[in-house]
């Protein structure tokens, strides 16, 4: 696709025109040609009517150029008001600029000179709270569809000279800009290198959001873990540029990606930094309980019931029997059948809009789950157990890796069906097996369990206080360690105090 | 790589039919065995099996059969059984007096080797026929949860010395130490009782210790007792001592090495007294009354063991590590050395409270 681009750009050396024969197919192209009032000299002004803002044309644009002094392409400079004015001779640039929302501006006298002048017609979308990572406590801005918005979301909260935007065109014809981002004299240059090497080698026609760049880049693209944080709030970004990591926006997409990663992080909403110290550690160990509960119950319930009776509590027997008594499949059967009834109630409440959607969670959560309990087709003790599972899995704050685990508990299921609690513990060994070999961005995705690095912990399963963090994580190989002197931090006097 | 994967996938479904299933609602799950012997010498069993009730009740169901080991009488009454019959789920299991008495070896064996039987099943024995204490209808938890509460709160709050199987088949298998068990009573057909403890010599059944020996056995054997004891003080006021702790420690006198010496320590309350006010002087009273009641039952018991050559309090583990080479020069121990032993017990105990009003 390139490669023929570039042909045609060649080709239009020969015939300059060529550009024109292409864009004149399209009918939002515009052509006029006006007269300067006071020197007479005619120019012609060609841009793409959807791309340009008229009201930049009309009152930033045309009026000095009508009533300025041209007399040549270089008195624009003068009389136009615009910041993002350029003259060149290089007609290759020409289709790019006026497809970027540039018109061009030629005189007839001058014809190998072409002059760009910035009127792009920039749609944002106005800012809104996160909504997939939403917090109580904490700023409730959210990033939007626009790179240049995003950016100053982050630029804002970090005004210092160290944090460096580098900014990539990836997409044949999506053209998507691309930014990375990282603090200079932090962040280690090695992962940075990494990221942009990557990006560098990105080979794919239509770029639409980040989620394309995750599965681009990332180390393993056969693994179900996503292995880039992604987050749609520009405090979480800040907060982690400036412990050393790389963040990657992308033109278009209201999520911006993290990496490297690890496991850990996926469980670790930001809203835990916002609160003290204790409840941030209970809420993050509770969410890897439910993360564990979520994947595991169902394949426990199934292989404890199929092969293992001796482990069901003597007094919960009864209620198992009986419950399960009247039911016609066994435990394989029951399970598949309420969780896929979960999932398509997922799928269905994800595509519906908003005010369906809640009313088919009804339906399906009390309706279709007491029905099948009353016909027969499952037990009511496993009716919960698959709600409650299915709760647990929302708990994660990042959206992503609930969709893994939902995922996940399928070949338990079917390990536990094979095996029972054997056959769980092998998919469990399988899984660690996985994560153990699995990198992202080349640094090893379950740090601080595998490689082992106690002083990592500090921010991983709980979240020491502040005056514990004053070292970044050693995940990051950072060329500055120390986030804070520790020994200044420590002083906390009264003011009467000296 | 495929070629790897098509291997796994091809032994996992291979190898899946291998594990056997036991689905929970077609399964028979024992919950108490009971095992007698008949007239012609055969075992005589029967197995509880739980059935639940859709109103969450439990119903009895009960198989006998007869059989020459107890695999065979399993196997006599799966025939009978319109489900599988598994043993993992065993609460409780005793043992007739008739088969107690001339051995319980063959009916214990299987316990020793089947992984499904759990070893905090609790053993017993029972006076009279052993299937005659399941034919009861005790409670609506069904028989097997009943028993098995029945032993347990015995055990853990009352005068029962702890047993299961677990520590039943250590002490079985020790050659320095014997085995006891609760015996069960079949009142009538809705109630049924803890009568006393039987005492084994290897196998067979020697001696059953009455109930109210019960608490000194304890005292002598577990490391902790909540029995309740009465203290008559004299002029008619008595006063009740719940033990909360106790403690028991076994030595080997240093100047006399035939002499054992029993370290006995009572924490208790009075919860009851018949007199007017409670002092520490009265106190102190019923303290030593109690330390001497208590040496002098334990005494006795000491010496009837002795005389019938059962150990159940574990002095020959004390006795063997105290001697060198034990193990190689002493032969049957409960007949010779076991014999020649004299005893010191030495009680303490200390009321900690009162009662809350003074």
Known sequence: MKRWLNKKQNDSKQSKENWEKALEKSNDFTQSTYINQKSNVPFCLTFMSTLVDEQIIQQGVLPYLLEGELNKLEDIKKIVPSADVEISTDHTVIDKKILNG????????????????????????????????????????????????????????????????????????????????????????????????????????????????????????????????????????????????????????????????????????????????????????????????????????????????????????????????????????????????????????????????????????????????????????????????????????????????????????????????????????????????????????????????????????????????????????????????????????????? | MIYRYFCIVVTVLLLSSCVEKSIIDDINIQSAVAIDLADDDKLKGMILVQNYLPDQAVENIRFTSTGKIRRDLLLNIQKKSSQQIVVGGLMVSIFGDKISKKGISEAIDAYQRDPGIGSRNYLATSSGSALKILEGEYGPRGNGTYLRNLLEHNIQYRDVPETNLHIFLRDYNSEWKDAFLPELRSINNEEVEISGISLFKRDKEIDVLPKDKMFYFKLLVDRHSNGNFLVELGENKTAMVKSIKSKRKIKMSRKNHSQMILNIHINGVVTEYTGKKMSKEIADVVEKELAKKVNAESLKLIKQFQEKGVDPIGFGLVYRSKHRGAIKKIKNWGENDYKNLSFKINTKVDISESGVIE
């Open chain 1, 102 to 498: 540039y018109i061009l501006l030629t005189i007839d006298t001058e014809p190998e000179h072409f002059a760009f002048i910035a009127t792009q017609k920039e749609i944002v979308r106005s800012l809104s709270p996160p909504e997939i990572e939403f917090s109580v406590i904490g700023p409730k801005e959210a990033f939007v569809e626009s790179l240049g918005q995003n950016l100053n979301l982050i630029r804002k909260r970090l005004p210092v000279k160290e944090l460096i935007i580098e900014e990539y065109t990836l997409g044949s014809l999506s053209q998507t800009k691309v930014a990375v981002l990282y603090m200079h004299g932090i962040t280690n240059e090695e992962n940075v290198n990494t990221v942009k090497q990557r990006i560098n080698e990105v080979h794919f026609d239509a770029i639409t959001d980040s989620s394309y760049i995750v599965q681009l880049i990332c180390d393993n693209s056969n693994s179900p873990f996503p292995q880039l944080l992604d987050t749609e709030r520009p405090d979480r970004v800040s907060g982690i540029l400036a412990e050393g990591k790389i963040a990657i926006v992308v033109d278009g997409s209201p999520h911006v990606l993290i990496t490297p990663t690890t496991l850990i992080e996926f469980f670790s909403s930001f809203e835990d930094y916002f609160l003290n110290w204790i409840l941030s550690s209970f809420f993050r160990l509770i969410r890897v309980g439910a993360v564990l509960f979520s994947l595991l119950i169902t394949p426990i319930y199934v292989a404890v019931l199929s092969y293992h009776y001796e482990l069901i509590p003597r007094d919960l027997l009864g209620t198992l029997v009986a419950s399960r008594r009247q039911i016609p499949l066994p435990p394989i059967l029951e399970a598949l059948f309420l969780e896929l009834t979960i999932e398509l109630l997922r799928e269905a409440g994800a595509r519906l809009p908003t005010k369906v959607g809640q009313t088919i969670g009804i339906v399906g959560g009390i309706v279709i789950g007491t029905a099948s309990v009353e016909a027969g087709l499952t037990s009511n003790v496993l009716l919960i157990i698959v709600a409650l599972a299915a709760l647990a899995s929302f708990t994660t704050p990042v959206y992503k890796m609930g969709n893994t685990i939902r995922l996940l508990r399928f070949p338990f299921l079917l390990a536990a069906e094979l095996w029972g609690l054997l056959g769980i513990v092998f998919a469990f060994c399988i899984m660690l097996t996985h994560l153990i070999r699995l990198t992202s961005m080349g640094r090893p995705f379950l740090e601080p369990i595998y490689p082992p690095r106690v002083t990592d912990l500090k921010d991983s399963f709980i979240r020491l206080p502040f005056r514990f963090q004053s070292k970044r994580p050693m995940l990051l190989r950072t060329e500055k360690r120390e986030r804070f002197s520790k020994k200044k931090a420590k002083i906390k006097k009264d003011i009467d105090e000296e």
